[in-house]
């Protein structure tokens, strides 16, 4: 990808993150949320794992047919750099990449505990900030993003 590409790329997932931002965000949200997520990957045979949570809570995880227990793993990988960083692991990643690095030791992280591939996005309230991460896991990590943004902006659309 060239950098201009890239610079566009980063242009249009921050400003999907200014633009989605939740009113609030509860429990039976994360629940209507993560049904969307699993109804849109089902109908699309897409072997993906779903996670959402509220701060150290886990309010939906669902393993859709296909996925892996590696899934997990990764889901776990991004939302600690969604929680750390306070962007999407796609937008973290994309920045890094722009710059020509990697999130590693040399970012003060270890790499088997974050990943800054695509797939979280933050849950944000106003006056309140990231208070939640929506994952998927289990396609290439623009797929995985994409997916996520898609329900999202369905959900605040209805």
Excluded: C
């Excluded at 400003?15 to 699993?38: I, N």
């Excluded at 990449?97 to 933050?122: E, I, N, T």
């Amino acid at each position: 990808m060239s950098s201009e590409d890239l610079a566009k790329l980063i242009a249009a997932v921050e400003d999907q993150e200014r633009r989605l931002v939740f009113p609030a965000f509860t429990e039976a949200d994360a629940w209507r949320l993560g049904s969307l997520l699993v109804r849109l990957a089902t109908d699309r045979g897409l072997p993906v794992a779903v996670d959402i949570r509220r701060g150290e809570q886990q309010l939906f995880h669902a393993a859709l047919a296909g996925s892996v227990a590696d899934n997990d793993t990764w889901i776990e990988r991004k939302v600690r750099v969604v929680y750390r960083y306070g962007a999407s692991s796609y937008l973290v990643g994309r920045r890094l990449a722009a710059k020509g690095r990697d999130l590693d030791a040399s970012q003060g992280v270890d790499p088997a505990r974050y990943a800054a591939h695509g797939g979280a996005f933050p849950v944000r309230v106003p006056g309140a900030g990231v208070i939640g991460v929506v994952t998927v896991s289990g396609l290439p990590q623009a797929d995985d993003h994409a997916l996520v943004v898609e329900a999202i902006e369905t959900f605040l659309a209805g």
